[in-house]
């Protein structure tokens, strides 16, 4: 393990906060990744730059957050997510910030799955306190490309809301369609639900 990891030709496994590999076999871990040739590599970290690797701009619209658009980088095997998302609750405007990971199984060749977890801090009416309010989400879209980089999405989401938050009294600042179970604490309450997530995909 190193601070920086700098290889030509490299197989096998490479740690540390940046790697960099020309030709890779094998896995990188780090905070950022770049691969030249890679189509047997696998990168794992926060930023996985790879040559013809996988990049995705997601579009889509839920229950919850009304507005959803998510960027996903690294390879089909396992990208990285960053999200962003608007909602509103009780007329104030609702934002959600958030990351994960994920992973394209191929169908056909204009048929794919994609899985993907990612956890979401919740904020309302642009206040960044300190409570609680986290939404994390396993989502399951099956995408049909309708062109060569553009595809359709549907899919079912499995939702797991914390917050320690109240709006005239009650817990939540989003709107939570129906709870498949709830539980409350002393100081915050869980909701779970299945959702629906639907919208358009762009590669590039």
Same mark, same amino acid.
């Given at each position: ?50 040559? @013809? *690797?996988?990049?995705?701009? =997601? !579009?889509?619209?839920?229950?919850? &957050?009304?507005?959803? +658009?998510?960027?996903?980088? $690294? ?57 609680? @309010? *986290?939404?994390?989400?396993? =989502? !399951?879209?099956?995408?049909?490309? &309708?062109?060569?980089? +553009?595809?359709?999405?549907? $899919? ?49």
């Amino acid at each position: 393990m190193s601070t920086i990891n700098w290889a030509k030709d490299f197989e096998g496994f490479q740690l540390g906060v940046l790697n960099y590999a020309i030709r890779l076999k094998g896995v990188q871990l780090g905070v950022i990744n770049i691969i030249e040739e890679g189509e047997d590599a696998l990168p794992i970290g926060l930023l996985s730059f790879v040559k @013809n *690797g996988y990049y995705e701009f =997601d !579009l889509t619209a839920g229950e919850a &957050i009304y507005s959803n +658009l998510n960027f996903k980088m $690294g390879v089909e095997r396992l990208y990285t997510i960053f999200k962003l998302g608007y909602s509103s609750y009780q007329g104030k405007p609702v934002y959600s910030f958030g990351g994960g990971f994920g992973t394209s199984i191929f169908l056909s060749e204009k048929q794919y799955l994609n899985l993907d977890l990612s956890s979401n801090q919740i904020y309302i009416d642009n206040n960044g306190d300190s409570q609680t @309010n *986290g939404l994390n989400k396993l =989502d !399951l879209n099956y995408k049909f490309y &309708i062109l060569d980089k +553009l595809s359709l999405l549907i $899919g079912p989401s499995f939702n797991v809301y914390v917050t320690g938050k109240k709006i005239n009294g009650e817990y939540g600042t989003i709107n939570i369609p129906y709870t498949v179970y709830e539980h409350e604490y002393a100081v915050k309450k869980l909701f779970m639900w299945i959702g629906l997530n639907v919208g358009v995909s762009a590669k590039f």
